[in-house]
Each structure stands twice: as structure tokens, then as C-alpha cells.
């Protein structure tokens, strides 16, 4: 059986490149023929050099000085990135129009959406698998995600069509699940990022730091209500005054980090998962960054400073009663005492419940 899957395997995200991983891995163990179809969305590609300085805006100097990082940087950033997507990831050839995603597509017996945030109501049809033209194969969803309860009303019957053309459906979380029910009045199971189904420790890369225990911030939103500085400061009394690594996104979207002792400006998903994993604490903003800090049971505090972000954190701390370590305030950290208190005998046997129940899941869709 050869199973291809639909999600943003292209990017220059982590999280986004090492979920696509691991479904594909947990897909192969589970014996089928699985490859990511390497589909570029039309706003993929980056944007013109003259855009985003903020000259209008009033907003500069910030944006020059990200300007800057971002042109000196982003290139070797890519280049890891390309560079682990050839070396681990299996790829269809590249489509970007309706007729080259037909013609890839018509070679896979099955198709699996997601994981990740493909079903947000914005995005392309693709990540609803439509685009125009008659697939014969079984459609599968694992694990995508809404990305915010929140979604344009006028969408609502175009997007039950193309879901009712699925044969199987599952989502990352409850308010996702809320949203199917709402638009398809169906209610369809909650599985796990495929993150928590497969051990991805293999692939990392180490990092040569001068410094054998640090804090590691990694942060792609805006700053934490009550300022990084202060959240900083507050971690320190609970894990040492040690040093803060930051991984900067220069590829992605790139902070200038001043609170950092180290910025690591170039890392790919290999040193990503190096840094993560080796860490003393994790402060973050980013979903797989908890994810990724609970599989290596690291102390770690997720921050969420913005509405869109909120949904997701919220769902994983109550999923997995992780609720010290998801916040949106550094007075709210300092009441959870930076999730430093959190057991993690709990959160993993729930962890393995889920993977055991998102597993049958996805035996079932292949199987039937």
C-alpha cells in the first residue's frame, strides 16, 4: 500500500518538518509504503526583498535590524533544513498546480491530511484534499488541527463538502473537533501529534556550546505579558543562574533575542531537537517545543501571548494535566512555579493511552 502524506512539509518550521516525519515513520512501521507529497503552496515562497521594513508603519529600525539576520542567516538555516528533509524524508515529486498534484496523487492508494494546523479554514483546498480533479484512492485525516475555534462562517459548506469525501477523520484537539461537529455534525476522535507517536532521537545533531547546562528560549509569537526579561529572571531563581540559548527562526521568523547569552542563528530540525533535548529548562511559545521538551521530560514553561496561539497550549495542558507548565503571564509562571513542580509519571501514562488509542486509529484507516 503506498500512502502519501498532505502537510507543510516544506517549511522552514520545526515543528512542522519533524511531525511530517514522524507520521511517515509511524505510517512505515506500520508497514505501508509512506511518503509526504511535496506539495508548495502559492504563498510558500518568500517574499520580495522590498517588503516588511515597516517603513509605513513606523516600525524601522526593529524590522531593519531583523532584515539584516534574516539575509545574513536564513541561507544556511535553509540550507540545514533542505539538507534533513533529503537526508529523512521521503518526497513525491514537487507540484504546485491542480494538474501536478493530480498527477502525483493518482500513484497512492491512500492520502493522510495532516497533521499540524492544514485545517484551518484559510488554507488551500489541498489540505482538504481537493484540487479539482477525481481521486480514486482512500482519504484519510491524522491529527490536523483548526489552529483557533474561530472560523470564517462563509466557509462552512464548502469545507463539509470536501470533508465528506474522507472515509476516515481525526483531529489534534478538542476545539478542532468542535469545529468538525459544527460544520459536518460529526463527531470524530482526537489522536495524538504524530511527534508523540515515534522517538525521533536519532536524528539529532549535537551543538558545540561553551556552557554544559543552560536555559533554552525558543519563541515565535510576541513577548510573554509581563516581558521575557522578567520571565527570564524568574526561571533562573528555579534552575540556576545559568546561561539563556536562544534559537533564533532566521528563516522563519526572526527575534533579536537581546535577554540571550547565545544565539544560535542557523539550526536546523537537528540541532532543534539537539538543543531541546539537553537543555536544563525550555521557555517557549511554540507547540512542538512542549512537545518535544515533554518527551525528553525536560522542566519547561509554554507561553502563549497571543489568541490564535492559545487554543492548542490550553488543549495540551488539560489533554496531558501539564496545566504548570502552559501559561500567559510571567505572574502566572511564578504562581506555577515555572512548571518546575510538574510529575511526569502522570503525563505519560496518558501520553501512552492516547498513542495506544491514536495507533488503532490509524491501523483501522489502513485497514479497512
Known amino acids: 500500500m503506498k500512502v502519501g502524506i498532505v502537510t507543510y512539509q516544506y517549511a522552514y ?4 518538518v519533524l511531525q511530517c516525519l514522524a507520521l511517515q515513520r509511524t505510517l512505515k512501521q506500520l508497514g505501508v509504503d509512506a511518503s509526504a507529497i511535496n506539495y508548495f503552496p502559492p504563498d510558500s515562497f518568500p517574499s520580495p526583498i522590498w517588503r516588511g521594513w515597516g517603513i509605513r508603519t ?3 529600525f526593529k524590522n531593519s535590524q531583523k532584515k539584516i539576520i534574516k539575509f545574513r542567516y536564513a541561507k544556511d538555516m535553509r540550507a540545514k533544513f533542505n539538507t534533513f528533509r533529503s537526508d529523512h524524508l521521503q518526497l513525491s515529486p514537487p507540484c504546485i498546480t491542480n494538474e501536478e498534484i493530480a498527477n502525483v496523487t493518482k500513484g497512492y492508494d491512500a492520502l493522510v491530511a495532516g497533521s499540524d494546523q492544514v485545517w484551518h479554514f484559510s488554507r488551500p483546498p489541498m489540505y482538504f484534499l481537493e484540487w479539482g480533479a477525481s481521486y480514486a484512492g482512500r482519504r484519510i485525516s491524522y491529527a490536523p488541527c483548526c489552529g483557533t475555534r474561530e472560523q470564517n462562517p462563509t466557509k462552512f459548506v464548502e469545507i463539509k463538502k470536501y470533508i465528506s469525501r474522507f472515509d476516515h477523520i481525526s483531529v489534534r484537539d478538542d476545539f478542532s473537533q468542535e469545529v468538525i461537529a459544527e460544520v459536518t455534525g ?4 482526537v489522536v495524538c501529534d504524530p511527534t508523540l507517536l515515534m522517538d525521533l532521537n536519532d536524528v539529532q545533531k549535537k551543538v558545540e556550546l561553551p556552557c554544559s547546562e543552560y536555559i533554552l528560549m525558543y519563541t515565535l509569537g510576541k513577548e510573554i505579558n509581563g516581558s521575557h526579561k522578567k520571565a527570564i529572571q524568574s526561571i533562573r531563581k528555579k534552575v540556576g543562574n545559568i546561561p539563556v540559548v536562544a534559537i533564533i527562526a532566521t528563516a522563519h521568523q526572526p527575534h533579536l533575542a537581546p535577554w540571550a547569552d547565545i544565539k544560535i542563528l542557523d539550526a536546523g530540525p537537528a540541532e ?3 538543543l531541546i533535548a539537553h537543555a536544563k529548562f525550555v521557555y517557549t511559545d511554540s507547540f512542538h517545543g512542549a512537545l518535544f521538551s515533554i518527551r525528553n521530560q525536560k522542566p519547561f514553561f509554554v507561553y502563549y501571548a497571543q489568541k490564535d496561539r492559545s487554543p492548542r497550549l490550553i488543549d495540551l495542558a488539560e489533554r496531558y494535566q501539564i496545566q504548570s507548565c ?9 504562581t506555577k512555579a515555572w512548571g518546575t513542580t510538574l510529575d511526569y509519571n502522570n503525563t505519560l501514562t496518558l501520553i501512552s493511552k492516547h498513542k495506544k488509542k491514536s495507533l488503532d486509529y490509524l491501523k483501522m484507516a489502513l485497514d479497512a
Open 272 to 274: 532543534w531537537l539537539y
Open 13 to 16: 518550521n520545526y515543528g512542522a
Open 326 to 334: 502552559v501559561g500567559g503571564s510571567v505572574e502566572e509562571g511564578d
Open 186 to 189: 460529526k463527531q470524530v476522535p
Open 58 to 60: 513606523g516600525d524601522f
